[in-house]
């Protein structure tokens, strides 16, 4: 079983559900690997199986499953930690979803809980 992060009532079924998460997911996902400033992290990962994982992950973390199974964070990004990805790149990242979450008309309430809870994820996804 998987770590336990953060646990967020019905943020899910606000969101509008799986199809809110896969189509954030995949929109987030090209602004990410487009951007030169964060795209050298990806190289020699299969963007597919990442835009599954980060669709599970993000559906446990706005509320739709009781718990993620993947990876946890921390060992999932201590190959990129030594690589040198540090919080300038984490706050670009957050700002692309942010962005993704306008662009699908999400609540500006809404969008700032998603970013609460993935803020809460920084200092595991940094090593720190
Ligand atoms: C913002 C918070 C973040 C969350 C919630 C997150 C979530 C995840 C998850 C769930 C995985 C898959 C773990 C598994 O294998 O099961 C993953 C992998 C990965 N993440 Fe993140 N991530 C975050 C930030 C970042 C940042 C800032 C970068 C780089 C700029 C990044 C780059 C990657 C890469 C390249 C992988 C694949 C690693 C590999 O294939 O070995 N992530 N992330």
Redo the contacts with the bound molecule.
Sequence with gaps: MGKVYFMSEDLYTRLGGQAAVNAAVEIFYRK?IRDPR?KL??E???INQ?IE??K???TF?FGGVTH?A??D?RS??A??VQRG?GSA??D???QH?RATLEELNIEKSLINEVLKI?EH??HE?LDR
């Design positions: 990410v964060v992290f990806f020699g990962t299969d990442q994982k980060q599970g992950f993000l973390a993620y993947g990876k964070l999932a990004h190959r990129l990805l790149h984490f670009i990242v957050v979803l993935v994820t920084r996804v």
